[in-house]
């Protein structure tokens, strides 16, 4: 379940099951991610959700995105957003 308030922004929502993937260490490598499953599954749907709130989905590089515990650390690059995220 997922839910999102937030007055006239836009939002982006994303959900993701923990499963093997055969190619974790490359998709992580892409992400940007740590290459331990629940580790690498947690910052792909934090970072897709982030995406699809600009509009840009996953034409923009997932790993311009850096996240900390609190949120997005740092975006840099195309796509990246004036103000805070």
Not at 27 to 35: D, N, T
Not at 55 to 61: A, E, K, R, V
Request: charged share 20%.
């Amino acid at each position: 379940v997922g839910v999102a308030v937030l007055g006239g922004e836009p939002v982006g929502l994303d959900v993701e099951p923990v499963r093997v993937l055969s190619d974790l260490d490359a998709m992580a490598g892409h992400v940007g991610a740590p290459a331990e499953p629940a580790a690498f599954f947690r910052a792909w749907t934090r970072k897709e959700a982030l995406l699809k709130a600009t509009g840009d989905g996953l034409t923009s590089p997932m790993n311009a995105i850096i996240l900390d515990e609190h949120g997005v650390a740092e975006w840099s690059g195309d796509g990246a957003p004036d103000g805070p995220v």
